[in-house]
C-alpha cells in the first residue's frame, strides 16, 4: 500500500486519501478526510463503514439504490456532482461547504483497512472510539466530533457512544437498529436471511485484501480493496463469518451477542435517532429502543418513511440533520433545543404525510384499546362468548381477523402487542402476525417500506418455544422475551404467548377496516406483482429481504405443522392497539 498522504482539491474541497489512524492496538486503519480548503478548524462529522470507502453510490453494488433515490428526488443530481458519494455516509459536496470536516473511514478487514474482519464486534467499536479521538486532536478539527450515517453507519453509534469517548459531541443516527439479535438477525427467535444477502452482496465484495479481484474506485480510480490480492483461502483466514456465527449463536445470551449489546445507560451523548415507518424488519424498532433506553437528557426521535435510505439524502432530511449538527457541534442558537422530542410524518391512505409531533414516547394521550379475536374471524371490543378453537396448516395462508366498518378515523400510532393461546401438533410453532389495513372493499393498503413497495401496517413474530418474557422489561404494549432458552411445547397442549408487533403509524379512515393475520409463513402481498422489480437481491413479495425461509433453522417436520388458536372468554385472544387522539396539521 502506498503510505505517501495524497490530496487534491476538488470543488473547493481539500481531499486528503487514505489517511493512516493507529488505532490502541497498533494497527493502522485507512480514512478519507474532505475539509475545507483553509487552514481553519471546524468540526468533524466521521463515520465508520464496512461497505468500502472509495466505492461509489452509483456502482453497479448501489446502482439500484441510486436509482430510487434520484428517482424520488432528481434534485440531487443538481445539489451535487456525486463524485465523491459512498453509501449511506453524507455527501461531503452538501456538508464541507457548510463548515465540516467529514472523515470516513473503512472498518477493520474491509476497504483499504487491514485486519482480521469481525462486524460489529468489541474490538471494531474500540478502533471507532480511536478514531473518535484521533479526528479530535487533528489541526483541522475544533474538538468537537459527532457521527452520522445510515443502517450499519448508524448501528455501530450505539456501540461507540456508550463507551463515552471524550470528544463525542453529537449522533445522527439514521435507521440503526440497536439489539443485533432480535432486530437483525432473529426475530422473536426465527433466523431472517438478510444476514446472509448483506454479508455476501455487500460485504465480502469489499473484503480488504481483494485488491485487484476486487472493484475499482470511481470515485479516484484506485483499488476500493487495498493494492495486496490474496485468494480465497487467505481471504477466509483474515475474517469472521458472520452468516455462520449467527447461526451457531442461536440464543441472545451467547456472549457473541451480549459483546455486541451496547449498555445504554452508558449513552450521554445528545442524540438524534430517525427511524422508517416502513423498516419493520431492520430500521424501526432499534432506534426507538435506543431512544427509550439512552440515557442522553438530550433526544430526540424522528419517523420517516420512504425507502430505507432514501430521506437521509433528501433535502428535507439533510435540513434536519444539519439543524441538529449545527446547535451541537458548532453551537449555534438556532432553535434545536425547543424541537419537540418526537417527530413523525403520519400515514393516511390516499393522502400526503402529515407532521406530527410530541413530547413523550409513547404519544400523550394513547388509549391502549383492545380488539379481541373471534369464532367469526372478527375483530371486536367485546370479549368472545364461547369457548371454541380454530386450526390452521402452517404451510398456508393462517388466520385473518378483521374488524367491522370503521364508524370514524382511527389514529392508530406506537407499539402494539398480541395475546394469544396457542397449541400446536408439534413441538414448535413459528408465529407470524401481520397488522394490516384494508379499504371499504377490502383491497390491502400497504406502503412502500424500507425495502419493499407493499409494506403492511407493521409485522411481529415469535418461536412458541422462546416465548419465555423477560418480567423486568415487559410492558402490556411492548412484551420484551428473554430468547435466552428454549422451552419445546407438547403437542396439543395450549400455551399462552405475547408477541411484540413493531410499532406503526397510520391513520384508517371511517369505513376501513382494521385486520390481524395470524400465520406459519412470511407475509405475501395479495395484490398484482407482476410489474415489481428487485433491486436488492430477492423478490418483492411485501417482506423484502426479510424472509425467514431457512430449512434448517426451519425444519418441515417441526414447521410445517397445525397451529390452533384457543378462543374462550376468560382467556380472550387479544389484539392492543395504540390509539391517539386526532393532531391539528402542523
Known amino acids: 500500500m502506498n503510505n505517501m498522504l495524497r490530496t487534491e482539491v476538488y470543488e473547493g474541497i481539500r481531499i486528503d486519501w487514505d489517511v493512516p489512524i493507529q488505532v490502541s492496538d497498533g494497527l493502522t486503519l485507512r ?71 467529514l472523515v470516513r473511514v473503512d472498518v477493520r478487514g474491509t476497504g483499504r483497512s487491514p485486519g482480521l474482519m469481525d462486524l460489529l464486534s468489541v474490538r471494531e467499536t474500540q478502533d471507532y472510539a480511536d478514531c473518535i479521538e484521533w479526528a479530535a486532536t487533528q489541526a483541522w478539527s475544533n474538538g468537537k466530533v459527532g457521527l452520522s450515517g445510515v443502517s450499519y453507519l448508524a448501528m455501530n453509534q450505539w456501540q461507540v457512544a456508550a ?10 443516527i439514521w435507521e440503526g437498529c440497536s439489539d443485533f439479535y432480535r432486530e437483525f438477525t432473529r426475530h422473536g427467535g426465527i433466523l431472517s436471511l438478510f444476514s446472509d444477502l448483506w454479508f455476501d452482496k455487500y460485504v465480502l465484495p469489499v473484503q480488504h485484501g481483494l485488491g485487484e479481484r476486487g472493484w475499482k474506485s470511481h470515485i479516484n480510480g484506485e483499488w476500493v480493496s487495498g493494492s495486496q490480492t490474496c485468494d480465497e483461502q487467505e481471504l477466509a483466514l483474515m475474517r469472521k463469518d458472520w452468516r455462520q456465527d449467527v447461526r451457531t449463536h442461536t440464543l441472545s445470551k451467547a456472549e457473541f451477542w451480549q459483546s455486541r449489546l451496547p449498555d445504554f445507560s452508558n449513552i450521554k451523548a445528545p442524540l438524534l435517532s430517525a427511524g422508517n415507518w416502513g423498516g419493520q424488519g431492520l430500521h424501526l424498532r432499534g432506534n426507538i429502543e435506543g431512544y427509550v433506553q439512552a440515557a442522553s437528557p438530550q433526544k430526540w426521535l424522528n419517523f420517516h418513511c ?17 439543524k441538529f449538527l449545527a446547535h451541537f457541534l458548532k453551537g449555534e442558537d438556532n432553535g ?38 373471534n369464532a367469526d374471524a372478527s375483530l371486536h371490543t367485546d370479549r368472545p362468548s364461547e369457548t371454541t378453537q380454530l386450526t390452521y396448516d402452517a404451510a398456508g395462508e393462517g388466520l385473518t381477523f378483521l374488524s367491522a366498518p370503521l364508524t370514524k378515523d382511527l389514529h392508530v400510532i406506537g407499539p402494539a402487542a398480541a395475546s394469544l393461546r396457542i397449541s400446536s401438533s408439534t413441538t414448535d410453532a413459528d408465529l407470524f402476525l401481520v397488522l394490516r389495513l384494508f379499504t371499504p372493499d377490502l383491497k390491502e393498503v400497504t406502503y412502500a417500506g424500507t425495502n419493499d413497495p407493499h409494506t403492511p401496517m407493521s409485522h411481529g413474530w415469535l418461536r412458541a418455544s422462546m416465548r419465555k418474557l423477560d418480567l423486568k422489561r415487559s410492558l402490556p404494549y411492548r412484551p420484551y422475551h428473554a430468547l435466552d432458552e428454549a422451552q419445546p411445547l407438547s403437542p396439543g397442549q395450549p400455551y399462552d404467548v405475547q408477541i411484540e408487533i413493531v410499532p406503526t403509524c397510520f391513520v384508517a379512515p371511517a369505513g ?19 410489474g415489481v422489480n428487485a ?31 384457543h378462543i374462550d372468554p376468560v382467556h380472550p385472544p387479544c389484539l392492543l392497539l395504540p390509539v391517539v387522539p386526532a393532531q391539528a396539521p402542523i
Open 31 to 101: 480514512c478519507d478526510v474532505f475539509r475545507p480548503d483553509d487552514d481553519r478548524q471546524y468540526p468533524v462529522i466521521l463515520g465508520a463503514t464496512p461497505y468500502g470507502k472509495w466505492l461509489s453510490f452509483q456502482d453497479e453494488v448501489w446502482g439500484g439504490q441510486w436509482k430510487m433515490l434520484t428517482r424520488h428526488e432528481p434534485a440531487i443530481n443538481k445539489l451535487s456532482t456525486n463524485r465523491l458519494q459512498n453509501y449511506e455516509f453524507p455527501d461531503p459536496e452538501r456538508f464541507v461547504h457548510d463548515g465540516y470536516v
Open 336 to 373: 434545536w433545543g425547543a424541537e419537540p422530542r418526537v417527530q413523525m410524518l403520519v400515514r393516511r391512505p390516499g393522502q400526503e404525510f402529515s407532521a406530527r409531533q410530541d413530547e413523550h414516547w409513547p404519544l400523550s394521550g394513547t388509549d391502549w384499546t383492545s380488539l379481541y379475536l
Open 535 to 565: 433491486t436488492i437481491g430477492q423478490p418483492f413479495t411485501g417482506v423484502g429481504p426479510f424472509r425467514h425461509t431457512d430449512s434448517a433453522d426451519r425444519p418441515a417436520a417441526i414447521f410445517e405443522n397445525r397451529v390452533t388458536l
Open 512 to 530: 376501513y377496516r382494521i385486520g390481524l393475520s395470524l400465520r406459519g409463513k412470511d407475509y405475501e402481498y395479495p395484490g398484482d406483482l407482476s
Open 306 to 322: 420512504f425507502e430505507h435510505w432514501t430521506e437521509y439524502y433528501t433535502q428535507t432530511g439533510i435540513a434536519l440533520q444539519k
Open 163 to 172: 463507551l463515552q469517548p471524550p470528544h463525542l459531541s453529537a449522533l445522527c
